[in-house]
Every structure is written in structure tokens, then in C-alpha cells.
């Protein structure tokens, strides 16, 4: 199938667009794959999601088509919380879905891969692909190691429960501290089945993502393997054009 840049003169305009990015005639002629990431310096799921992204164009390269990386908005439910920022995650859904149809539709792309980790993320962007119907497939950040403090694993959970003590005067600021500093020790979705990792699973089951999307660490090299697969795998699906609606 081509795609719906690659031929004729009524194209010429937008081909004109595309080599102003530095596309070849040879690119011109390949499966436009959008990667949508929600890469992000102020989420910890998010912060490493470049790596992911750009493996995932990997997996679509060698599978003969033409990446495209374009970001995605996300909120992290955890640093949302006890301020007036808490109003603002559940709405940022929407505004993922919304977001997601916008580039897929107004960029005529023919397949997309999701990459995203978080709670409110992932949800958006699964609303996003059954609205838009094209091949799609989704990849996750990954979760985060379990902390550890004595010789037991910590959680985000943890820390709350660290704060409930503080207040009531079972533990002192320095031991309040120790948990501060040890509960989340790597990049990756809060370690625990929260919305990020349960959902993150659920695209397995739904049969969304690759086995391992929910439960590879987010520091493990493995994580880049399924990454580059994924890719692979949404090519399969332009190929043989299998929709999200088909699979769900």
C-alpha cells in the first residue's frame, strides 16, 4: 500500500514539505508510522521514553517503514497530588485522546505505536487508537525498581504510609528522609499495580502490546528489545491491516 504523500501532482505541495525535513524519494514511498511519545522531564515514567521512542523507529526501520516521532502531553498522578494540581489529571485524558487523533488524522499516518507509561497516559492514548482505527500498537516505559530500606522493598505506596507515620509522631524527620531518599530509585512507573502498571498489562491481555510491556523494568535492556519488536510488530499489522477495533 502506499502511502498518502507518495504519488501523484495533487501531492506535490506536501512532498514539498517533507523534503524540507530532509525526507528521500525513497522515504516518501514508505508507511508513514508516527511514534506518539510522552517523553518528559517532570515524570519519572516518562523521563527515559526518548530510548524507547527511539527504539521503536528501530523496529520500524528495519521493517521497511518511515518513522515519525511526535510528543505526547502526560501528568504524573503522584507529584499531582494535595495541590490544586490534582484537578488537572483525570482531564489530561481527554486531552491525550484528543491530541492523539489530531496527529494521526491531520498528518495521514498509516500505522502509529504508543509510547507512553503512566496512569492517565496510557488510557488516553488506547481512546486515541480505537477513534483513529489504524494499525497501532503500544509499548510502556516500563515500571520502576522497588526501593529498598533495611533490607525491605519500598513503594510510592510506602512513602505515603512514611508521611501517615511522620504525622503522627511514630517516626522522626530523619527517618522520614531515609524513606524520601530510598523509596523510588530508578526511572520507570511507580513500582505497585496502580493504574500505569495494571493498565500497562492489561494492553497485553487486551492484546495491545507485546508480552512484557508490563512487567520488563523500565533499566533493563530488555525493555529496548520489546521496544524495537514492537515496531516491528505494528509494520505486521499495517501489512496484513489489522485495526485496533479488530483486536478489541
Known amino acids: 500500500m502506499a502511502n498518502t504523500f507518495s504519488d501523484g501532482s495533487h501531492m506535490s505541495a506536501q512532498r514539498s514539505l517533507l523534503r524540507a525535513l530532509g525526507w528521500s524519494d525513497s522515504e516518501?514511498?514508505?508507511?508513514?508510522?508516527?511514534?506518539?511519545?510522552?517523553?518528559?522531564?517532570?515524570?519519572?515514567?516518562?523521563?527515559?521514553?526518548?530510548?524507547?521512542?527511539?527504539?521503536?523507529?528501530?523496529?520500524?526501520?528495519?521493517?521497511?517503514?518511515?518513522?515519525?516521532?511526535?510528543?505526547?502531553?502526560?501528568?504524573?498522578?503522584?507529584?499531582?497530588?494535595?495541590?490544586?494540581?490534582?484537578?488537572?489529571?483525570?482531564?489530561?485524558?481527554?486531552?491525550?485522546?484528543?491530541?492523539?487523533?489530531?496527529?494521526?488524522?491531520?498528518?495521514?499516518?498509516?500505522?502509529?505505536?504508543?509510547?507512553?507509561?503512566?496512569?492517565?497516559?496510557?488510557?488516553?492514548?488506547?481512546?486515541?487508537?480505537?477513534?483513529?482505527?489504524?494499525?497501532?500498537?503500544?509499548?510502556?516505559?516500563?515500571?520502576?525498581?522497588?526501593?529498598?530500606?533495611d533490607k525491605k522493598k519500598l513503594s510510592l505506596s510506602s512513602m505515603f504510609e512514611a508521611v501517615g507515620s511522620y504525622t503522627s509522631g511514630k517516626i522522626d524527620e530523619s527517618e522520614l528522609n531515609r524513606f524520601e531518599c530510598t523509596a523510588c530509585p530508578s526511572c520507570g512507573s511507580c513500582s505497585g499495580m496502580f493504574t500505569a502498571n495494571s493498565m500497562n498489562c492489561l494492553l497485553e491481555a487486551l492484546g495491545m502490546a507485546l508480552p512484557g510491556n508490563g512487567t520488563i523494568p523500565a533499566v533493563y535492556s530488555a525493555r529496548l528489545a520489546l521496544a524495537k519488536r514492537t515496531g516491528e510488530a505494528v509494520m505486521e499489522l499495517y501489512e496484513n491491516n489489522v485495526r485496533p477495533r479488530d483486536i478489541l
Open 28 to 149: 516518501m514511498k514508505k508507511p508513514i508510522v508516527g511514534i506518539i511519545s510522552a517523553q518528559s522531564d517532570i515524570i519519572p515514567g516518562h523521563m527515559h521514553l526518548n530510548e524507547i521512542a527511539r527504539a521503536v523507529s528501530d523496529g520500524v526501520l528495519a521493517a521497511g517503514g518511515k518513522p515519525v516521532v511526535v510528543p505526547s502531553i502526560g501528568v504524573c498522578d503522584g507529584i499531582a497530588m494535595g495541590h490544586r494540581g490534582m484537578k488537572y489529571s483525570l482531564p489530561s485524558r481527554e486531552v491525550i485522546a484528543d491530541s492523539a487523533e489530531i496527529l494521526c488524522l491531520a498528518h495521514a499516518f498509516d500505522a502509529v505505536v504508543f509510547v507512553g507509561n503512566c496512569d492517565k497516559i496510557i488510557p488516553g492514548m488506547l481512546m486515541g487508537a480505537v477513534r483513529v482505527n489504524i494499525p497501532a500498537a503500544f509499548v510502556s516505559g516500563g515500571p520502576m525498581l522497588a526501593g529498598r530500606k
